[in-house]
Every structure is written in C-alpha cells, then in structure tokens.
C-alpha cells in the first residue's frame, strides 16, 4: 500500500514538473525578446523603463497570462473569452481572469492531492478496495477542477439578486433623468452616483454603462455588453426596449417610462406569488410545532378520564 502512496506521489510531481520545466523553457525565451526589445528601444530613444511602476504581482500575472496563452493557445482561445465573462458577471477585474483561474485550479489540484495522501497515511482508509479509492481520488480531483466554477457561480448568483433588488428603483429615477432632458450616458452616470450608497454592485455597472456609451461608436453595443455581464430577465426587457428606442428614434423617457410600469407590474406579481406560496411554506411549522400542542390539548382529558375507568385500573 505504500508503494502505491509513493508512486501517486510521484506521477504528481513528475507532472507538476514537466508543466514548469515548460514554463520555465518559455520564460527564458520571453526574457531574451523582451532584452532585444529594450536594447533596440534604448538605442532609439535612451533608457527607458518598461516596468512603469507596475508592482511584482501585476508584472508576474503578466508574464503568466503571456506563458499561458503561448503554450495552451487552443485552450485560451476557446476558454479565455468565457473566464473573463464570469469575472465580469462576478464583479471581478477580469484582466488577468485566465492567470488567476489557473493558478487557483493548480492550487485546489495540489491541495486535493496531498488530502487524499494525508487520508491514505493517516486513516484505516489505505486498507479499503482499490475502486473505492480511485473513486475518492477522483471525486477529489474533480471537486478540486470544479470548485473555482462553483464559487464563481454562487458570487455571480448573490451579485444579481443585490442587482435585481435595486433595479426597477433604478428605472424609475433614469426615466425621471430623461423626462429633465439628460442624455441616455448622462442619466447613467448620475444615478452611478445616486446609486454608490445604495447598491455598489448597479452603481459600478451604470458607471461602466455610461463609459461605454461615450466611448464605443455603437450606442447599442454598450447596452448589449450589459446584458452579458447581467443575464437577468429584467435587464434583457431593459435592454431591448433602450436598443428599439435608439434605432427606431422612439422617445427614450416615454420608453422608460413604459419600462418602470412594466417592472412595478413584474414587482407586483413576484409580492403576489410569494404571498401564494405561504400556505404551503407554513404547513411544515404547523405540523411540527401546532399540531402535536394542539392533539395533546385535546387529547389529554380524554385520557385522563379513560384512566378512571376499572378496566384500567381506575
């Protein structure tokens, strides 16, 4: 059994090595374009600094990022636009999503590794069936591969519902903006401002919504970059009814107007739907708590008197 230890043990460090040998091979390869580009640039121009004051962190994910998109090309392409889209929908600075994610993955791999070795060494578990322990090491390493998704999606889930608390309240004051002849970025903006005490989480979003819109060409494009980083029912009807209003020439307050009495509707019937469902949330407490209280209230005395009769006793 502990040959088995050890050679699990090996093939995790054969493997950690290889990928940094590779790493390392690619580093230096960096380090000596990045000399020849410094040389030419300081024969070009005098010394320059091509840090710019960046911090060790930073300069690291850099380098990082760049090893990783040189070695795993297929995989960044196909994976980097969805990990910065999570990074994005959590609220995260998602410049450097690809570096963190792997490092994080390299971590849990690691750490899931060395507990299913401490389990094997410490416990009674070495003595199981050789199933049963693969089965283990590999639901460990599958927790560990998909534990930085699942956290991701849990602070994605509790960004929208602090979003969606706000929002239709964020509609009525931008179509208040507009009706007082505020432009679309310009409504944005100020309840970016109005919102900062409120809900950070809409506040960065409108910031980021009125930025784009002075930025990008296509006004519609930044409202449909909201919609990606904000995939709520609510924010599709927002979005879609602003895009109508822009490209048809349709009156943005009144369509914002309509939009606030939509989402008061959809408020409304969401208060009503949690009004119907508490019958049947209070029935459990009922059973539970009411029901035996009441059954002894009402079957005490019964039992009381059937005690003093003779046949029992009595």
């Not at 990990?83 to 690809?98: C, H, N, P, V």
């Not at 507009?178 to 310009?186: F, I, M, V």
């Amino acid at each position: 059994m502990e040959h088995k230890i050890l050679l699990i043990a090996l093939l995790v460090i054969v493997v950690f090595l290889a990928i940094g040998m590779g790493f390392y091979a690619q580093h230096i390869v960096l380090q000596k374009y990045n000399y020849r580009i410094r040389k030419i640039q300081k024969s070009a121009y005098g010394n320059l600094n091509g840090n710019f004051g960046e911090t060790d962190l930073v300069s690291y994910l850099k380098k990082l990022e760049q090893n990783i998109a040189n070695n795993f090309s297929g995989f960044v392409r196909d994976k980097s636009t969805a990990y910065r889209l999570k990074f994005e929908q959590a609220g995260l600075d998602a410049t450097y999503a690809i570096s963190l994610t792997f490092l994080f993955n390299c971590a849990a791999v690691t750490a899931a590794v060395l507990l299913y070795l401490g389990l094997m060494t410490l416990t009674q578990f070495a003595y199981a069936s050789i199933l049963l322990q693969l089965a283990t090491l590999f639901l460990f390493l599958f927790i560990s591969v998909r534990l930085f998704e699942y956290i991701m999606d849990f602070k994605i889930k509790r960004r929208y519902r602090r979003i969606q608390r706000s929002l239709a309240f964020s509609v009525d004051m931008l179509a208040i903006c507009t009706r007082s002849s505020l432009g679309l970025d310009q409504a944005f903006g100020k309840i970016s401002d109005e919102m900062t005490i409120f809900n950070k989480d809409l506040s960065q979003e409108f910031s980021r919504i009125a930025t784009e819109l002075k930025i990008i060409p296509d006004r519609t494009q930044a409202l449909r970059n909201f919609v990606n980083r904000v995939n709520l029912p609510m924010t599709h009807l927002l979005v879609s009814g602003l895009v109508h209003a822009i490209e048809h020439g349709v009156s943005i307050s009144q369509t914002l107007t309509n939009l606030s009495a939509e989402f008061s509707k959809h408020r409304l019937i969401a208060v009503e739907e949690k009004a119907a469902k508490l019958p049947v949330l209070l029935t459990i407490p009922l059973a539970l708590f009411c029901l035996p209280a009441t059954m002894i209230i009402l079957m005490g005395p019964i039992f009381a008197t059937l005690r003093e009769l003779p046949i029992f006793g009595g």
